[in-house]
């Protein structure tokens, strides 16, 4: 195919500052089929080629696609904010892969995938019945567990009171992220996704800090964002606060149907599990499974 510079040129401030990374917005968007993304990948080592161009010459996208993914990228808030530092060490899928720890991890993801991706059910609340009992923990490694198998996977913090998930992947935390959309800083949720933070793993954090996270996370927006963005991943985890201080976390798993509970061995109680899963039940999510967790640091 005949090469379309004045199309596929990347877009740059009057300074000269590049705004989208140049030839990757296909990829990094998620508009072309794993299959699709391959041949372009062969396509591009023969060639030489960015992404982009490759993927115009093989004749699976056109120009306009590309100034459609470009536009989508320079359209959101997270773009120009990469994460600043390496990802924490708490993620053992990448730091300690052999470990028990995170063979447990990888035993949840099978488990998590046959009975409940498997079956189209794509959204999960991470909860806990009380504070340090590694729900932030499970959360993370069980996202990027599932982008290492090749699921499109999103992992939201929802605990917008006592957030980590910026901290484990190295996200700046005063960065735009769920509260930004939830207060209409951001008039969409894919202005607020950071993008392949991790290769198939997107991330929106919590944001900066709200006075009243409970009333912005039962409102009609956060539930609108959460149709909005499961539209375009295979999977998406929330991080969610102990429900022994707040109701947060019922109202998140209520929007979403399901949650999983996370208990650690002498933190929580039996007692205070199950009166978590009474609730979770009055919330009308189904409870698709429980982690005693031995591992984390509260």
């Not at 707040?246 to 979403?256: I, R, S, Y």
Request: glycine share 6%.
């Amino acid at each position: 195919m005949a090469d379309t510079p004045e199309v596929l040129a990347t877009p740059e401030e009057p300074g000269g500052r590049e705004l989208v990374p140049m030839g990757d917005a296909l990829l990094q968007t998620g508009m072309l089929s794993d299959e699709d993304a391959r041949r372009v990948a062969e396509h591009q080592a023969r060639t030489g080629l960015d992404f982009d161009r490759a993927a115009v010459d093989l004749a699976l996208a056109t120009p306009e696609d590309v100034a459609e993914a470009r536009a989508q990228l320079e359209g959101s808030l997270a773009l120009s904010l990469a994460p600043s530092s390496e990802v924490s060490d708490e993620l053992v899928v990448l730091s300690d892969p052999a470990s028990p720890r995170a063979e447990a991890i990888r035993l949840l993801r099978t488990q998590l995938i046959s009975q409940h991706v498997s079956a189209g059910r794509r959204a999960l609340a991470v909860c806990a019945a009380v504070d340090g009992s590694g729900a932030t923990y499970i959360s993370a490694n069980l996202a990027a567990a599932l982008s290492q198998v090749g699921y499109k996977t999103l992992l939201v913090d929802a605990n917008l009171r006592n957030p980590r998930i910026d901290a484990i992947f190295g996200i700046d935390p005063s960065g735009p992220g769920l509260t930004s959309y939830l207060a209409l800083q951001a008039n969409r949720p894919e202005r607020v996704i950071y993008p392949n933070v991790l290769p198939n793993l997107s991330i929106i954090p919590a944001g900066p800090p709200v006075a009243r996270p409970q009333e912005l996370l039962s409102g009609a927006r956060f539930r609108a964002g959460v149709d909005i963005v499961l539209r375009e991943f295979d999977v998406a985890i929330f991080d969610t606060p102990a429900t022994n201080e707040n109701a947060d976390a019922l109202t998140v798993a209520g929007v979403l149907g399901y949650a999983l509970v996370v208990a650690r061995r002498d933190t929580a109680f039996v007692k205070d599990v199950q009166a978590l899963a009474s609730q979770l039940a009055a919330a009308r999510a189904t409870l698709v499974g429980s982690v005693l967790n031995n591992y984390a640091d509260p």
